[in-house]
């Protein structure tokens, strides 16, 4: 069974900075990409930044130059880097695993969640 857990969530005021962490537990081989997605109320989600298993990120316009995404393949772990904080970054953060390949199974899976609130 795969699980994803985050953490690093919180409340920061604008301006500031955050770290989320996101770690893949299980019987796993290997995992393609990982990304990270946020859900504000009354929205839909969306992408905030991915990486292949190889390093290579890919940004929302919205967050280039503020946040940085990175992982850690021996951990199975993904990190963001979230600085210049804004009130509308504020959201449910989520973390998101593709082509997770265990001994018996290849699929995609997402966190739980964590909220991130910046205030004005």
């Known amino acids: 069974q795969v699980q994803l857990v985050e953490s690093g969530g919180g409340l920061v005021q604008a301006g500031g900075s955050l770290r989320l962490s996101c770690a893949a537990s299980g019987s796993i081989f290997s995992i393609n990409a990982m990304g990270w997605y946020r859900q504000a109320p009354g929205k839909q989600r969306e992408l905030v930044a991915s990486?292949?298993?190889?390093?290579?990120?890919n940004y929302a316009d919205s967050v280039k130059g503020r946040f940085t995404i990175s992982r850690d393949n021996a951990k199975n772990t993904v990190y963001l880097q979230m600085n210049s904080l804004k009130p509308e970054d504020t959201a449910v953060y989520y973390c998101?695993?593709?082509?997770?390949?265990?001994?018996?199974?290849?699929?995609?899976?997402w966190g739980q969640g964590t909220q991130v609130t910046v205030s004005s």
């Open positions: 998101n695993a593709e082509g997770v390949i265990t001994m018996l199974t290849m699929g995609g899976y």
């Open positions: 990486i292949t298993r190889g390093g290579k990120p």
